[in-house]
């Protein structure tokens, strides 16, 4: 290991976390290496259609990130990229970061000629796999960085060569390996973020088996312009307006025999998604299944607000069962309401779950040993001298929450090089 002191930072995640912690550290004067495992930067705020507290869609704040990126030299951005490796103590610490082949490189103006000429298609990672996109993609309309890319799948295909061809500004690169790149660092912000939980786990609500139970991330990319139906929510099973609406809250969240905490955020964004329905859908009957409505300070306005919709029905009793009519896919909810003690079945057209926010750190930790509290979120955001969580990897949070952490976390390692 080398003995020369560094002041560069590495941000791991180009979530909103990790977007701010980069930007904070540059825009201070310090070089930055920031990694994203996607091809894009923007994390799970970009599949978003609004978010709070404005309600507006998320390339409003995502474009002037972007734009801060773009601009400042000192950050260097490495996508489809892990850390494999961390040796090393704070002010010095030598990291192996493991790059994937992409197959476009910078030369890619996005003019699309390559999806063009391709026929293979692949499900869609960013749309959640409820659609299909071309082989050579570019990963939503608004990726950063705007360049294209070649699934492996079409790469090994027959049809390679030819869409090699048809690229104008010879961008592809059917050759590219992928490779490991040694950095130098001096403090390390971890902000790997979340992932949905899994819902094949919820045999009580068909295990990810009927068509028209969706996740609430998936409910966000169905109401999106950008999404697979053009920002139409319809039922997946046969392309029709659901006319009855059911959000089940804490799917699988609260719940010792899955993940057992609160989220936090997963009622407001029911909620929010409520009002997607009631825009398309005036005279659609919704259901809200609840345990109780957690909403603190100023948003507590917009759950009185969604409340005054007569045709939102709160429901207070925690869903134990769905089951589908194999005919129609039309569903039905068997719910207790604990405020009378009476079972109730309740048919819909169309569940959304609300499935909370599993951390990634639970299933990829840190490739050194840092604490994690009993759900697998790094323990605290000092995890150890030198390296920093941030946002979701150590605690459910909310965009504006994220964006705070993040620069927190850059405050942090700004101050572990400067003593070292």
């Known amino acids: ?50 978010y709070f507290p404005k309600l507006c869609p ?47 490189n910078e030369k890619c103006t996005a003019c699309g000629k390559c999806a063009e000429a ?31 890319v070649l699934d492996p799948a ?23 390996a992928e490779k490991t790149v040694d950095l130098k660092v001096g403090s390390i912000v971890w ?23 969706i996740t609430n991330v998936q409910m966000e990319r169905l109401a999106a312009w950008n999404g697979p139906t053009q920002g139409k929510i319809l039922r997946p099973s046969d392309g029709q307006a659901p006319q009855t609406v059911a959000f089940v809250q804490c799917a699988g969240s609260r719940d010792e025999n899955h993940l057992p905490f609160c989220s936090g955020i997963c009622c407001l964004a029911s909620l929010k998604q409520a009002t997607y329905v009631r825009e398309q859908y005036p005279d659609a009957t919704i259901y809200f299944f609840y345990i109780d409505v957690r909403a603190t300070d100023r948003l507590e306005d917009f759950v009185t607000k969604v409340k005054e919709d007569e045709k939102l029905i709160f429901f207070k ?37 609300a499935t909370g926010m599993q951390p990634v750190t639970s299933e990829a930790p840190l490739p050194t040993p840092v604490p994690y509290d009993e759900y697998g979120f790094v323990a605290s955001m000092d995890a150890m001298p030198g390296i920093y969580a941030a946002g ?29």
């Open 1 to 50: 290991m080398a003995n020369t002191v560094t002041q560069s930072i590495m941000v791991v995640g180009g979530g909103m976390s990790g977007l701010s912690a980069a930007i904070e550290a540059a825009e201070a004067g310090y070089e930055v290496f920031l990694v994203e495992k996607n091809p894009y930067l923007g994390g799970r705020v970009a599949q978003l259609n609004q």
């Open 58 to 104: 998320p390339y409003c704040g995502l474009e002037i990130n972007f734009r801060r990126i773009k601009d400042n030299p000192r950050v260097k951005v490495f996508t489809m990229a892990e850390v494999e490796s961390i040796r090393g103590v704070e002010g010095d610490f030598d990291v192996a970061v493991k790059v994937h082949p992409r197959y476009v």
């Open 118 to 148: 391709c026929t293979l298609e692949i499900e869609n990672p960013f749309n959640y796999g409820m659609d299909t996109v071309k082989a050579a993609y570019l990963p939503h309309d608004m990726a950063f960085p705007l360049r294209y």
């Open 154 to 176: 079409l790469v090994q295909s027959a049809e390679a060569q030819k869409v090699k061809e048809a690229c104008p500004y010879d961008a592809i690169e059917l050759d590219m």
């Open 191 to 213: 902000a790997t973020g979340w992932k949905p939980y899994d819902i094949s786990k919820l045999d009580n609500y068909g295990g990810g088996a009927y068509p028209n139970v």
């Open 317 to 353: 009793g925690k869903v134990a069962k769905i089951t589908q009519d194999d005919a129609t896919k039309n569903l039905v909810c068997r719910v207790e309401n604990t405020m009378t003690e009476e079972l109730h079945e309740i048919p819909v057209d169309l569940v959304v779950l």
């Open 392 to 420: 979701t990897t150590r605690t459910p949070a909310n965009v504006a929450e994220c964006v705070a952490d993040g620069t927190a976390a850059a405050l942090k390692a700004i101050q572990s090089v400067v003593r070292r």
